[in-house]
């Protein structure tokens, strides 16, 4: 199983956009501080009403600054951490992984959408963030219950949806390198769903795991291909964000061996 590889990346990555979240909230507490106030009170003026109307510029630009692009360059080589101990770990039964130029570049490509939705999901708080700016100068409100606002949104929105979408990002990468061993295999398909087993399981991966027996998949955690699909299509929703578990393909000895024949 990958759960080693995958909780490491999770906590190196919640560590680092801690560190940029925070470099990136020292930055909005300049631009707040530089608009104009009474006593602490943001004013309608006509300076404070362009500045954030113009912010959204100046708030991508600091969120770079402070580190953001720079972090998911580096989420997209850890990558390669995920591929090098997939190969020296490949649990007991499974199919070694099989690589084509075909498939570098379809993980190659994979690597390239993650990276765009991370820059749409911060781009989106970014505006989330000006809106709040702007209001704040129409409302006349508290400069310090504005820079709250803001904080909030880095805490409770881009904060959590990138990590959500950094953790669903990894398993997605392993699974399609699952896949692509598969499609360069010679022969009958048999899969074991593999993941941990914890408070945090989900109902579907409990039946997919075998802890939850189902009849439709008699034999779980071993599944052959036709199961896997039907699995798969059946518990999608369930399974799309912050998933664990994967789909390990295993030889057929190993399956019939584990089901019985």
């Not at 995920?82 to 570098?104: N, S």
């Amino acid at each position: 199983m990958y759960d080693k590889i995958l909780d490491e990346q999770i906590e190196w990555f919640e560590r680092n956009l801690d560190k940029v979240l925070t470099a990136f909230q020292k930055r909005i507490e300049t631009l707040i501080g530089d608009l104009q106030t009474t006593n602490g009170i943001l004013i309608y003026s006509d300076i404070n009403v362009q500045q954030a109307y113009q912010s959204y510029a100046a708030l991508q630009q600091m969120l770079q600054e402070s580190g953001f692009n720079e972090l998911v360059q580096a989420a997209q080589e850890k990558e390669n951490d995920i591929l090098k101990y997939m190969r020296e770990h490949r649990p007991d039964g499974a199919v070694p992984l099989a690589f084509t130029m075909q498939t570098a570049e379809k993980l190659q490509g994979m690597s390239a959408i993650y990276a765009t939705q991370f820059q749409s999901v911060a781009a989106q708080e970014m505006r989330n963030i000006q809106q709040i700016i702007v209001k704040s100068v129409i409302a006349g409100i508290d400069s310090e219950d504005a820079i709250q606002q803001i904080r909030d949104v880095l805490e409770n929105n881009l904060k959590r949806y990138a990590t959500t979408y950094f953790n669903t990002s990894r398993g997605e990468f392993i699974q399609a390198v699952e896949y692509a061993t598969k499609d360069e295999y010679k022969g009958e398909l048999f899969w074991e769903y593999q993941g941990p087993i914890d408070d945090l399981t989900r109902p579907a991966c409990r039946i997919g795991m075998g802890i939850d027996p189902d009849g439709r998949y008699p034999n779980a955690p071993f599944f052959t291909d036709e199961e896997r699909i039907q699995f798969e299509a059946e518990t999608a929703g369930e399974r799309e964000y912050n998933c664990r578990h994967d789909f390990i393909q295993i030889e057929p000895e190993y399956y019939w061996e584990n089901v019985g024949k």
